[in-house]
């Protein structure tokens, strides 16, 4: 009999955990369910989709129905896990034209991803109103952009920055409540002063304060901050996301003190053969041991990499599940961040020291994060071009554990990178 695994989920830690089984034991049967009805997408081109909500551009290629299929994949689309039975290795599931069955396994993958974490306030129901988590929500909003030229968007991390871009290319007026300042979880105070200075003058900034109500009958018409009302037809929430855990809860999993499902560093959870990855779980930081969310496509895939593994009874340990790394180009910046910043530091109880060094000819800044024995724990970098570069070199040290004494030797191509790493790293071989 063929090992059957399922997989709830058909974001990056789903499509990965998949890929992964597959590659390391052909012989399984791999399904993958999700509740969308549209082939996976790139979430963060979801905001391109406000420009084309038809596209079809977005979609990814090695993730399609046909390509997982070739590799023996089978993806069941708009189905919904409602509940199940993990003893019995049983799921029910209600799929959308309301008819109930169940799928049994042997093994089984939890990728549910997260939900929009929207702040409460009077008339946050309100239509006109939006999140983006999938396609589908964007396409919507793509719509209603025919309609409306100037839009409110909360929330000023990666997807919020992103989304402001993308309107603002597409000539829309874009006002950006920022409630304390840019990014603020993954940039020093001094990274986010610098980013904020490359966003374009037309893009109408709210800084320091957040909303406190959306107003309105039937639709919005505007947004109150600060004491003002912007008026609007269309305002999205971009105030990032909580763990989609209570299905896994309802499983009887363990979730932990932060609402995400809790895993060990092989993606297992509190049942033996039940594993869980992405935005829905808890991750451990490598440092302290501390629980910490990571709702990013990056980590969701490494992690989904080790749960295909695990799953197939292999025991490798992938140490770089749990190391943050997030790169975006917004507003002509490589946005780079990597590991700790002294914020997500500060919250699992480090003290760190930062490191500041530009290159003006790179319109570059980089900020380097050290523990107190001085190892290098998290680097952020802004920079016209080559920030994926820059941003390689801090990975490469962070995830070693080592201090910049220890590990000086890089291998640089550009000079005047070259030059800037040397300066920051020492003298290179
Ligand atoms: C606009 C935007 C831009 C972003 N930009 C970036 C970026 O630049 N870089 C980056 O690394 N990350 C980015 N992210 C974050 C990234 O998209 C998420 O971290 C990532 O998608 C999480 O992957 P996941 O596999 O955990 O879950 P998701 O991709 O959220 O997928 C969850 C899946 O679970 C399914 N599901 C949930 N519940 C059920 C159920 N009960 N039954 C069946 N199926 C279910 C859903 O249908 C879906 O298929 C962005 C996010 C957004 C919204």
Known sequence: MKMKIAIIGYGPGGVAAATAAKTFDSSVEVLILTTEDLPAHKKPGATMALEHPETRELEIRDWSYETLKKKGIEVKTGVKVVGGDLEKKSLDVISSDGKSSSIEFDRLIIATGGNPAVPEMPGIDLP???????MAETSIIGKELDTTDEIVIVGAGFSGLETAERLYKMGKKVHLIIRSRLMR????????????SRIPRGIKLHLGSAPTSVVGTKHVTGIEVGGETIDTSLALFMTGVSPNSSLAEQLGLKVGTLGGITINNMTETSKDGVYAVGDCV??????????RL???GSTAARAGRQAGVAAVGRSKVYEDTSVMLQYD????????????????????GLETEIQYLE????????????DNEGRLIGGQVLSARMGARVGYEILNRVEAGVTLKERPMLQGRHEQILSLLE???GPMK
């Open 329 to 348: 180009r917004i507003f002509d910046t490589d946005i780079v961040c990597i590991g700790h910043s002294s914020t997500s530091a500060r919250d699992v």
């Open 423 to 425: 300066r920051t790293f």
């Open 294 to 296: 990571m709702p990013i």
């Open 128 to 134: 006109g109103v939006h999140t983006i988590q999938s």
């Open 359 to 370: 290159d003006p000819n790179e319109a570059m800044k980089v900020a380097l994060v050290t």
């Open 282 to 291: 808890e991750m451990t930081d490598t440092l302290t041991g501390k629980p």
């Open 185 to 196: 979880k993954q940039l020093e105070e001094a990274m986010s002063k610098d980013l904020l």
